[in-house]
């Protein structure tokens, strides 16, 4: 079907260790981006992505690594996870460049660092 | 400091009642949207507002974008238990190269009871 899923959908890891979320859209659309979502602070832009190979920091990237080597595929890695990084990860994918351009988020990924 | 403040946080209410949620900031955005996210999914857009002033209707949701573009309504007329869900709105500020990142206010959590 096409549209953008996320895996894994609930992941529980510990300190230290290494995750990976995987983002995956089918529309070919060049702009992606990663968020998380936190009780009190709302949705905050991880990294950012115009097209394979080409990335950007956003408001809080800091622990978090991203990597596009495929148009469709958004992973991203946190090396060395913390308990601060318990979240809601959302991937989204967007049909152009421009804030007005339609924006379709997956439908999450809750993560638990124990 | 939250960019976009949203107000109410919380809001319950009957069916049949009519609500209006806002969306208020000191800075001047270029544009607007407003998403509605659901339990366990990702936030899916309803709206975009460019023109200062302009209003938008969505069957029984009205949006507003304020004539100074630096806040921005939702009117819903006659609730339905089918518009449970975190309302969010996101903004885009300035022009150009920074007009790709969106900024989300924390959202109105909204309830409406049968």
């Known amino acids: 079907d096409a549209g953008i899923t996320q895996s894994p959908r609930y992941k529980i890891t510990e300190t230290g260790r290494q995750v990976t979320l995987m983002c995956h859209q089918t529309w070919s659309h060049s702009y992606m981006f990663w968020y998380r979502q936190d009780l009190g602070h709302g949705l905050r832009l991880i990294y950012y992505s115009a097209a394979a190979d080409i990335t950007d920091k956003g408001e809080v990237p800091d622990g978090y690594v991203v990597s596009r080597s495929k148009t469709e595929n958004f992973p991203l890695t946190l090396e060395s996870a913390t308990r601060s990084q318990t979240s809601v990860y959302f991937c989204?994918?967007?049909?152009?460049?421009?804030?007005?351009?339609?924006?379709?988020f997956g439908p999450g990924t809750r993560l638990t660092v124990l | 400091t939250q960019l976009l403040e949203q107000s109410p946080q919380f809001l319950s209410i009957q069916e049949g009642e009519n609500l209006t949620v806002y969306c208020n900031s000191s800075?001047?955005?270029?544009?607007l949207q407003w998403y509605r996210q659901e339990p366990g999914e990702g936030p899916v857009l309803l709206v975009t507002?460019?023109?200062?002033?302009e209003v938008k209707k969505l069957k029984r949701l009205t949006f507003q974008f304020g004539d100074a573009r630096k806040d921005s309504s939702l009117h819903i007329t006659a609730a339905q238990t089918g518009d449970t869900g975190l309302y969010l709105c996101?903004?885009?500020?300035?022009?150009?190269?920074?007009?790709?990142?969106?900024?989300f206010g924390k959202g109105t959590l909204l309830t409406v009871n049968p």
């Open positions: 996101a903004g885009a500020l300035g022009r150009g190269g920074s007009n790709y990142k969106l900024t």
């Open positions: 507002v460019v023109t200062g002033g």
């Open positions: 989204a994918s967007r049909t152009g460049y421009y804030s007005t351009d339609t924006q379709y």
């Open positions: 800075s001047v955005f270029s544009s």
